[in-house]
């Protein structure tokens, strides 16, 4: 910290900015509120917490965060009178550019964000789980949904409930949309007129595309599209994203870092997005079917049937980590545990003989076809509203 010509602690350094952050999320609810007309020092806590970022997200900082500032590095003895951001009112995105990036890319920096979800089901009450194993607080979470017969578990968490999603959304500034595809355009009728440039939308529902999401809200909304994984409910999920055509990079920074506790979050172009829920999403049964049918086998030479689930589910679990840890190819890992003339060259015989190579690739493509096939229903049902 002295290197960086700042002699605070971290500590104290933090504190300082989470106030900026804080008054910054404030302008951001708030644009027509008296808002502050300069923060005292922030020339040298933006200097020192973009080297606290580089050590930690090199990639987004090299790409998104600049210093052509016009101050004179050289005046900066305190934190008051050499060094003054004037804070617009309202706050255009322009100006904020970098205090975005910065803000939006550290985990430690979520506290501040309203977190809304409209629909209660497993996928909302698995990423509610992730945000809140980070720094989200509860009291900064609503969710809506049409009956209370999902809503307790979230109120077990401490998350607030309602019936309304026009309070969700008018209480939040990331608000993730989870409801069952065919929902999609009757919600973002709803709530489009309380959509503003504050808001990230965040799509959940298998097949629904951007352009249908951005065709029912205002112009220039912000949307990502999100497909998660029912792992998330145990922060083990495999999540993929994809940007709109008004989301920023900072934006994306933003999401990663809200689901960064939900498990593997990766950002792609959105054709991977079906492809994905035909791999991740619905491969998630694609697993457990083959768990049950391991089970199944030992049932069937003699092993009792709780312990054989019992082993079968802790074989994937292993497998998996393994797989996952190890970073070697699947086929590198088979051939380990594969030796000339065993057990286990044997059984994979008899499962090529069945076939289960060539039917796990059509279940992801069959799968993957019906996510497009959604998507091309919403997007009719979007049309005609």
């Known amino acids: 910290m002295t290197a960086a010509g700042y002699h605070r602690s971290v500590d104290q350094l933090k504190f300082r900015w989470k106030l900026l952050k804080s008054a910054y999320y404030k302008c951001k609810r708030e644009p027509d509120s008296p808002a502050p007309t300069k923060i005292q020092g922030w020339w040298r806590y933006e200097k020192t917490m973009v080297a606290i970022m580089e050590s930690r997200h090199p990639s987004l900082v090299g790409a998104g965060v600049n210093s052509d500032r016009i101050h004179d590095e050289g005046t900066e003895d305190s934190d008051g009178d050499a060094s003054v951001l004037h804070w617009p009112?309202?706050?255009?995105?322009?100006?904020?550019?970098?205090?975005?990036?910065?803000?939006?890319?550290?985990?430690?920096?979520?506290?501040?964000?309203?977190?809304?979800?409209?629909?209660?089901?497993?996928?909302?009450?698995?990423?509610?789980?992730?945000?809140?194993?980070?720094?989200?607080?509860?009291?900064?979470?609503?969710?809506?949904?049409?009956?209370?017969?999902?809503?307790?578990?979230?109120?077990?968490?401490?998350?607030?409930?309602?019936?309304?999603?026009?309070?969700?959304?008018?209480?939040?500034?990331?608000?993730?949309?989870?409801?069952?595809?065919?929902?999609?355009?009757?919600?973002?009728?709803?709530?489009?007129?309380?959509?503003?440039?504050?808001?990230?939308?965040?799509?959940?529902?298998?097949?629904?595309?951007?352009?249908t999401v951005e065709e029912l809200l205002p112009e220039n909304s912000v949307a990502i599209r999100?497909?998660?994984?029912?792992?998330?409910?145990?922060?083990?999920?495999?999540?993929?994203?994809?940007?709109?055509?008004?989301?920023?990079?900072?934006?994306?920074?933003?999401?990663?870092?809200?689901?960064?506790?939900?498990?593997?979050?990766?950002?792609?172009?959105?054709?991977?997005?079906?492809?994905?829920?035909?791999?991740?999403?619905?491969?998630?049964?694609?697993?457990?079917?083959?768990?049950?049918?391991?089970?199944?086998?030992?049932?069937?030479?003699?092993?009792?049937?709780?312990?054989?689930?019992?082993?079968?589910?802790?074989?994937?679990?292993g497998a998996g980590r393994l797989l996952r840890d190890s970073g070697k190819h699947p086929a590198q890992l088979r051939s380990e545990v594969c030796t000339p003339g065993g057990t286990t060259i044997y059984g994979l015989h008899t499962l090529e003989q069945g076939g289960v190579r060539a039917a796990t690739m059509s279940a992801v493509e069959s799968a993957t076809e019906r996510a497009r096939e959604l998507g091309r229903k919403s997007a009719g049902a979007g049309s005609r509203k």
Not at 100 to 106: R, V
């Open 89 to 211: 009112q309202p706050c255009p995105d322009k100006s904020a550019q970098n205090l975005d990036l910065i803000i939006k890319m550290d985990p430690e920096m979520d506290s501040q964000l309203k977190i809304g979800f409209i629909g209660a089901g497993n996928m909302a009450f698995g990423i509610a789980k992730g945000i809140l194993s980070g720094n989200v607080l509860p009291v900064n979470v609503k969710v809506s949904a049409p009956s209370s017969k999902n809503l307790g578990r979230f109120q077990e968490l401490g998350i607030s409930v309602t019936h309304s999603n026009v309070e969700v959304v008018c209480g939040s500034d990331v608000v993730f949309v989870a409801v069952k595809p065919h929902l999609v355009p009757l919600v973002l009728n709803e709530i489009s007129q309380h959509v503003t440039d504050r808001h990230i939308i965040v799509s959940v529902a298998a097949g629904v595309t951007l352009s």
């Open 226 to 317: 999100l497909m998660p994984n029912l792992p998330c409910l145990v922060q083990e999920g495999a999540l993929l994203f994809a940007r709109g055509s008004y989301a920023k990079q900072e934006d994306g920074a933003l999401l990663r870092s809200l689901l960064h506790r939900c498990g593997l979050v990766e950002e792609g172009p959105e054709a991977w997005i079906d492809i994905h829920t035909g791999l991740s999403g619905s491969g998630v049964a694609f697993v457990y079917l083959f768990a049950e049918a391991l089970a199944e086998g030992a049932v069937k030479m003699g092993m009792p049937s709780a312990l054989a689930h019992s082993i079968a589910s802790q074989t994937v679990l």
